[in-house]
Nanobody, 119 residues
């Protein structure tokens, strides 16, 4: 059964840090490019950043230099280290596998993890 389980969210003050984790099961993890997405209230889900099977990363402009994505293929887990958090980073964060330059997602969404940044 394919499953994505995100964790690590919480309430943090602006300028603080959080590390999110996403554990994947039911897939050959190391064959999949992975992305972190977020959805704020009233907004569409957006791609925050991605990591390829060989570890190449890309980030949304607004998080460059603050967020870092990494993966541990032995643990079937992808991480999102978030530093210097801003109130506008408040959202539910999700991970998913994707394919292609359009970042087409491949798996059922998990429950996400809530990140709330207070000013």
């Amino acid at each position: 059964q394919v499953q994505l389980v995100e964790s690590g969210g919480g309430l943090v003050q602006a300028g603080g840090s959080l590390r999110l984790s996403c554990a994947a099961s039911g897939i050959i993890f190391n064959f999949n490019d992975m992305g972190w997405y977020r959805q704020a209230p009233g907004n569409q889900r957006e791609l925050v950043g991605s990591i390829s099977t060989i570890g190449r990363t890309n980030y949304k402009n607004s998080v460059k230099g603050r967020f870092t994505i990494s993966r541990d293929n032995a643990k079937n887990t992808v991480y999102l280290q978030m530093n210097s958090l801003k109130p506008e980073d408040t959202a539910v964060y999700y991970c998913n596998a994707y394919r292609g330059s359009s970042y087409t997602t491949l798996l059922p969404w998990g429950q996400g993890t809530q990140v709330t940044v207070s000013s």
